[in-house]
């Protein structure tokens, strides 16, 4: 089972944007839902958004209307486009496809 590989993460200004994009297997990625979670330092992981194979989404309040996940069924390539970034958005990304996570990619938002 192959580890679904991200890019995406960097730094960048407050209110300034980042796309992170999670590349997995064919099988993995028609089978199950896919999900971001993030880590800030000295916090729980949290899900941050998830979408399903047939394109269903899901955020958690915090990003509601600024961060949008999406998934190219043609690439087996997950995104998340993050808008109006706040410093409280710092933290570790990772995707996930059932049990099979990321490495994860650093997001930095500077004030």
Same mark, same amino acid.
């Given at each position: 089972?192959?580890?679904? =590989?991200?890019?995406g993460?960097g ?15 064919? $099988?993995? *990625?028609?089978?199950?839902a896919?999900?971001? *979670? $993030?880590q800030?330092?000295? +916090?729980q ?14 955020? =958690?309040? &915090?990003? +509601?209307?600024?961060f /949008?996940?999406? $998934? @190219? @069924?043609? +690439? ?9 970034? +706040?410093p409280? @958005?710092?933290? =570790?990304?990772?995707? &996930? *496809?059932?049990d099979?996570?990321?490495?994860g /990619? ?6």
């Amino acid at each position: 089972q192959v580890q679904p =590989v991200e890019s995406g993460g960097g730094l960048v200004q407050a209110g300034g944007s980042l796309n992170l994009s999670c590349a997995v297997s064919r $099988r993995i *990625f028609s089978l199950y839902a896919g999900s971001w *979670f $993030r880590q800030a330092p000295g +916090k729980q992981r949290e899900l941050v958004a998830q979408i399903s194979p047939s394109g269903g989404t899901a955020y =958690v309040d &915090a990003v +509601k209307g600024r961060f /949008t996940i999406s $998934r @190219d @069924d043609a +690439k087996n390539t997950m995104y998340l486009q993050m808008n109006s970034l +706040k410093p409280e @958005d710092t933290a =570790v990304y990772y995707c &996930a *496809f059932r049990d099979s996570w990321g490495q994860g /990619t650093q997001v930095t938002v500077s004030s």
